[in-house]
């Protein structure tokens, strides 16, 4: 059996948000990131975007190894022939800012 919490908050006020933070930052995680940041990287992909004068951007979670700037990744397979291709990782950014590396458990 579950059991799911209810919180009495208030968007307009903010009261009992507090409480929610409290329990979030409580409840254990769901993976054990720590011992996947030194696997292979693999990266999921959530989003692409063509920027222009940038090329393709991808967005997604690092869900083993690490992630660096001017590496070389794998990605597949293709929907055509299920080949994996390699591609270049030309810079990382997080929230707009760019990072020098993201880990397993950290989106980009």
């Known amino acids: 059996d ?9 968007a307009v006020t903010g009261t009992g948000l ?49 992630v660096l700037p001017n590496a070389t990744l794998l990605m597949g397979p293709s929907a055509a022939d299920g080949n994996f291709y390699p591609v270049s990782i030309k810079s990382i950014h997080y929230k707009r800012l760019p990072v020098g590396r993201v880990v397993a458990g950290q989106t980009a």
Do not use: C, M
């Open 18 to 66: 507090e409480l929610v933070r409290l329990f979030y930052n409580l409840l254990p995680q769901r993976h054990r990131w720590a011992s996947k940041q030194s696997d292979l990287p693999q990266f999921v992909i959530d989003e692409t975007f063509s920027v222009p004068g940038v090329g393709t951007v991808v967005a997604g979670t690092v869900t083993h190894g690490t």
């Open 2 to 10: 579950s059991l799911a919490p209810i919180f009495l908050t208030s």
